[in-house]
Structures are given as C-alpha cells and as structure tokens.
C-alpha cells in the first residue's frame, strides 16, 4: 500500500468537504472502533466504557470490533488500511509501539506513519504475579528461586511484544534469572493460564488479575510502576523490593488513521477527556486498576513518539523477539 495514500485521501475529503464542516457534523453515521485484543481484556474494558460515553453524547453509536491476533498487529493492519474520516478508529496500548521494533519489516504497516494519536485513555499498571503453588512471596524471593531452577519456571504473556512480555523481559535483564516465556493470545488467556498453573509466573495488568489476586487464587509479588496502587494496597514496587531503578508503565489510548482531518480528531479528543472526567467512569476505571489519563492531541503525540524511542531501546535491550 502507498503509504502517501491515507493523507492524499484527507486532502481530497478536505477539498470536497471544508474540514470545519466535515467536524460539525461528525458523527453522521456510526464508528467502528477496532480494539486489537479479545474480549475481557483491559483495552477492551476501557474502551467499551469510554467510547460508551463518547457514544451518548455525540448520539451516534460506537461499533466495538475485537479482531485479535499476533500481539495486536491484525486489527492495526486494518485500521492502518482504513479511510482516514474518523469512521474507523483504534484502542491499543504500548504494544502497538513495541510491535513495531518486534516485527520489523514482517508489519504491513508504519507505526508513526500510518496512525496518529487521538487520546490517551489510562494508564494500566502491570504487577508481577505468581501461581500459590511457586514458595515465593517477594521479589527476592522469586529471583533466587528462578536462580536456583534456571529454565524451570514458566511465565505467560499476552503475546510476544506485547507489554507484559517486555515488562518481564526487562526483569529478566535486569536481574539476570532464566525463566521460560509461554505467549497467549490476549489478556485473559494469558491469566486463564496462570491461574491454572500452566504457567507459574506473568506480568500483567492490575485489572486482569485483582479479582483471582483477591480470591487468592493468585499472589502479587510487586508492582512495575514507579508508584505504589490503591488497587493493591501494601504490594512493593520492583524498584522498592531490590530492582532498583525498574521502570516500565505500559497505557492504553486511541488512534486514529493517519490523514485523519485535524478537526475531527481534536473534537474526538474533547468529548474522551470529557468522559473520563465523570465520576462514575474515574469510578469504573479505578475498581478496573485503570487510571484515567487524559490529554491533550499534542501531549498524547509525544507520549507516543517518546515511547516509541523507549521501547525500541528496551527490545534491543532484552533481546526480546517474536518467536
């Protein structure tokens, strides 16, 4: 596909249709929004519930559309092919950045070229989790006993590149241990596993996990944030339990087609920031271990390009790969 394409598209809709007018009037039909993930999953939860808001007030439905697969590359490769006028758009996290370092040239897509960034919806903390069954209850703990079995010890993620393998694989370079990477589809398999003791170790987000945390069918051994949560009162940050200087905040957002008209995404944008702001959605979001992020078309671009750098450091940092 010519890359130039999405943006020569735009110039033609701006010509026929004044962009001031083409965002007066948006939404004239409904949008479909893709959320690369399965269902259940954070960026599928947040979406849903913010995109439902967004819906009631602008009175147009929002068409949610899971199209899972290849750690989120399958639906960004559809969005990325999409007509840039605000119909289509996307929920995706950091992987859709990590992606880009992690399948090269295999994407049939740019990152920076093909998207452009319309909000940022929130921020979701991953906690270091482990199965009851692994005899560990701190980070120290976890380390020496990964030290003293290397390779014997399974983790499960959400995917190759997606941020939970990232975030492990940093521990994993950074403390030097060896422990076995068990990829799944989605959030919810990858927890589905681990609490079935397939796996005996993940990093996941708070949300996907605080129910089995509290049923104790799983244990929280640290958070990969640089602050603790009150979704997990008590549990450590890394940097506090002996990791110092670990840092990895993985966010959920939405994108929109590059050539999307300026005007439809600064609209789309107000009425986001606007829905994250009503108290039963902050509500909502917090019981998730989801935290509201709003900002700015601008801010949110430079978030994502600062990232972008960030995580092409880390995978050449971990040797993190698709496998």
């Known amino acids: 596909m010519n890359r130039n394409l999405p943006a020569l598209l735009a110039a033609i809709v701006s010509l026929l249709f004044p962009v001031a007018t083409v965002a007066q009037t948006y939404p004239a039909k409904p949008v479909r929004v893709v959320i690369p993930w399965p269902a259940g999953g954070s960026n599928d939860v947040v979406g849903r519930l913010v995109l439902q808001k967004v819906s009631e007030s602008l009175g147009q439905q929002f068409v949610i559309d899971n199209r899972a697969g290849a750690s989120g590359s399958i639906g960004s490769d559809v969005v990325a092919k999409a007509a840039p006028d605000g119909y289509t758009i996307m929920v995706h996290s950091t992987t859709h950045l990590g992606n880009a370092h992690l399948y090269g040239k295999k994407l049939k897509y740019d990152t920076l070229k093909d998207f452009t960034g319309v909000a940022m919806l929130s921020a979701q903390p991953g906690v270091l989790t482990v199965h009851p069954s692994l005899p560990v209850k701190t980070t120290r703990e976890f380390i020496a006993l990964a030290k003293a079995h290397p390779g014997q010890i399974n983790y499960s993620s959400s995917g190759n590149g997606s941020a939970p393998h990232l975030q492990m694989a940093l521990l994993i370079s950074m403390t030097g241990i060896n422990i076995t990477h068990v990829p799944y589809k989605g959030g919810p398999p990858q927890v589905t596993a681990l609490v079935a003791g397939e796996s005996q170790a993940s990093f996941a987000t708070i949300g996907t996990v605080i129910t089995h945390i509290r049923n104790k069918r799983l244990r929280p051994i640290a958070l990969g944030s640089t602050s603790p949560s009150k979704a997990l009162p008590g549990v450590p940050t890394l940097t506090a339990s002996g990791v110092p200087g670990y840092e990895m905040s993985p966010w959920i957002g939405v994108f929109a087609p ?12 107000g009425e986001i920031n606007k829905a994250l702001a009503v108290p039963d959605i902050v509500k909502r979001l917090e019981n998730q ?13 430079e ?5 972008y750098e960030k995580y092409g450091k880390l995978v050449k940092l971990t040797g993190a790969k698709i496998e």
């Open 303 to 307: 978030v994502i390009r600062v990232d």
């Open 289 to 301: 271990a989801l935290d509201p992020s709003p900002a700015t078309v601008d801010r949110f671009n």
């Open 258 to 269: 590059a050539g999307t008209p300026r005007a439809i995404i600064v609209k789309l944008n």
